[in-house]
């Protein structure tokens, strides 16, 4: 009694699952490209992940809470490992919607691909386009970045302020006393009149010369 009902149900899966057929979907993997040395060998427990994943993805879409890893089937693999595959609605005896596939596929892809160590370049569904990695979570809060960058030019400009200021006030103080140097320099110069020298007259002290005093003068006191 085994042999016809298993023979009825390979009948079945052999006209639900095969290429072209309706709502069937083909996939092809690049494990040796993706892994190298690494690479593991595509045997019965790769496909059991498989169609486990395609199970996990369909009870993920709304009324297809009840799908089981039996309702995927698989069909014409090679070694090159690509295959066929549908999903099936048992009550019905037909293959679900290739819209509702897709759409679980879609909204799983990274899941598949991370079971099989696997991306969308190395785990193709043909049929179906490759979704874009969900953005990263940023280490670091962008305000925390803005902040820090206005922050710096805030100093950078606050320490040029106080360089310029300092700069001009050297600048300021270095003026009156290159004119007084000036009028020192000119206090200190000695005259030569008739082979004579003489010591200009000291407005500021209010001394004077001696070189325009008469002999009586110099010899009598005040």
Same mark, same amino acid.
């Given at each position: 009694m085994?042999?016809?009902?298993?023979?009825?149900?390979?009948?079945?899966?052999?006209?639900?699952?095969?290429?072209?057929?309706e709502?069937?979907?083909?996939?092809r993997?690049s494990?040796?490209?993706a892994?190298?040395?690494?690479?593991?060998?595509?045997?019965?427990?790769?496909?059991?992940?498989f169609?486990?994943?395609?199970?996990?993805?369909m009870?993920?879409?709304?009324?297809?809470?009840?799908?089981?890893?039996?309702?995927?089937?698989?069909?014409?693999?090679?070694?090159?490992?690509?295959?066929?595959?549908?999903?099936?609605d048992?009550?019905?005896?037909?293959?679900?919607?290739?819209?509702?596939?897709?759409?679980?596929?879609?909204?799983?892809?990274?899941? +598949? $691909?991370?079971? #099989?160590?696997?991306? !969308?370049?190395? /785990?193709?569904f @043909?049929?179906?386009?490759?979704t874009?990695?969900?953005?990263?979570?940023?280490s670091?809060?962008?305000?925390?970045?803005v902040?820090?960058v206005i922050?710096?030019i805030?100093?950078?400009?606050?320490?040029?302020?106080?360089?310029?200021?300092i700069?001009?006030?050297r600048?300021?103080?270095k003026?009156?006393?290159?004119?007084?140097?000036?009028?020192?320099k000119?206090?200190?110069?000695i005259?030569?009149?008739?082979?004579?020298p003489?010591?200009p007259?000291?407005t500021k002290?209010?001394? +004077? $010369?001696?070189? #325009?005093?008469?002999? !009586?003068?110099? /010899?009598?006191? @005040?």
């Amino acid at each position: 009694m085994l042999w016809p009902l298993f023979f009825l149900v390979t009948t079945i899966h052999a006209e639900l699952c095969h290429p072209d057929a309706e709502n069937a979907f083909k996939v092809r993997l690049s494990i040796r490209t993706a892994l190298g040395d690494k690479a593991y060998v595509w045997d019965t427990d790769e496909e059991y992940l498989f169609r486990a994943m395609v199970a996990f993805s369909m009870r993920k879409v709304p009324n297809r809470e009840t799908t089981e890893i039996s309702h995927v089937l698989l069909c014409n693999v090679t070694q090159r490992v690509s295959f066929w595959f549908v999903v099936t609605d048992p009550s019905k005896n037909h293959t679900l919607p290739a819209a509702e596939v897709q759409s679980a596929i879609r909204m799983n892809r990274n899941r +598949i $691909n991370s079971a #099989f160590f696997l991306d !969308d370049n190395t /785990l193709e569904f @043909l049929k179906i386009p490759a979704t874009l990695a969900p953005p990263t979570d940023a280490s670091v809060p962008v305000w925390i970045i803005v902040f820090g960058v206005i922050f710096c030019i805030v100093v950078v400009a606050i320490t040029l302020l106080v360089l310029s200021g300092i700069r001009q006030r050297r600048r300021n103080n270095k003026g009156p006393l290159g004119v007084e140097d000036a009028e020192d320099k000119c206090e200190n110069i000695i005259t030569i009149e008739n082979g004579i020298p003489c010591d200009p007259l000291d407005t500021k002290g209010g001394h +004077i $010369n001696d070189g #325009f005093l008469t002999e !009586d003068e110099r /010899l009598t006191p @005040l």
